[in-house]
């Protein structure tokens, strides 16, 4: 059984930095792109970041490039989204989720792990 889980959220001040962490089981890692996603109050859910299985192909949403970092590491099981110059926009419940590629549907999802940006 596919299982992902956010942890690294958490109340920051506008310009500061979170990592989250998305840590995966069941699944060998290294068969799926990783996904982040996020949705804010009253927002449509908006996909982030994606890394694709192998490592070496990232995109971005246009509102975080520059910003915001995908990695992953395999042999440790976890992707993670280094989150810096934090704007009170970012503020929403982020996600991490499981696909074969990028392009595709994602249909296993974490339980979200909160991010808070205010002063």
């Known amino acids: 059984q596919l299982q992902l889980v956010e942890s690294g959220g958490g109340l920051v001040q506008p310009g500061g930095s979170l990592r989250l962490s998305c840590v995966v089981s069941?699944?060998?890692?290294?068969?799926?792109?990783i996904g982040w996603f996020r949705q804010a109050p009253g927002k449509e859910r908006e996909r982030v970041s994606c890394?694709?299985?192998?490592?070496?192909?990232?995109n971005y949403a246009d509102s975080v490039k520059g910003r915001f970092t995908i990695s992953r590491d395999n042999a440790k099981n976890t992707v993670y989204l280094q989150m810096n110059s934090l704007k009170p926009e970012d503020t929403a419940i982020y996600y991490c989720?499981?696909?074969?590629?990028?392009?595709?549907?994602?249909?296993?999802w974490g339980q979200g792990t909160q991010v808070t940006v205010s002063s």
């Open positions: 989720a499981a696909s074969f590629i990028c392009a595709g549907g994602f249909g296993s």
């Open positions: 069941g699944f060998t890692l290294d068969s799926y792109a």
């Open positions: 890394i694709r299985s192998t490592g070496d192909s990232t």
